[in-house]
């Protein structure tokens, strides 16, 4: 497994989790109940506010999923991705022989927000 397991934000303010992932058609099904359990045990960890995973509408070979999740701050995320329960669930999902998955992760501030006027 290529994935930093830990985060490094380094900032106290909030933070939001940013993940591409691409799977196989075949096993999308699966890897949204693989990505599932590794959300839940994020999600009881202090700071953690929320987190979606998308799936693109346009049938393909691939299925791409972009994963949201919204953090209090980096350092609850820090804290959290420190967990050995989630160490373990995230070496499962993609060390599975069942999936074959490809992810791009990163931390990203928010620089620029609209709402309705």
């Given at each position: 497994m290529s994935q930093s397991l830990q985060s490094k934000t380094g900032v106290d303010e909030p933070v939001t989790v940013i993940k591409n992932?691409?799977?196989?058609a075949e096993e999308a099904e699966y890897f949204v109940g693989v990505y599932r359990e590794n959300a839940r045990i994020m999600s009881t960890h202090p700071g953690f506010i929320r987190s979606r995973l998308h799936r693109?509408?346009?049938?393909?070979?691939?299925?791409?999923?972009?994963?949201?999740?919204?953090?209090?701050?980096?350092?609850?995320?820090?804290?959290?991705?420190?967990?050995?329960?989630?160490?373990?669930?995230?070496?499962?999902?993609?060390?599975d022989p069942s999936l074959h998955i490809t992810s791009e992760p990163a931390a990203y501030r928010i620089v620029v927000e609209l709402h309705p006027s």
């Open positions: 992932y691409t799977v196989p693109v509408l346009a049938d393909a070979p691939e299925v791409r999923f972009v994963h949201i999740a919204e953090w209090g701050s980096g350092t609850a995320l820090d804290e959290a991705t420190a967990d050995p329960e989630w160490h373990a669930s995230l070496r499962r999902m993609f060390d």
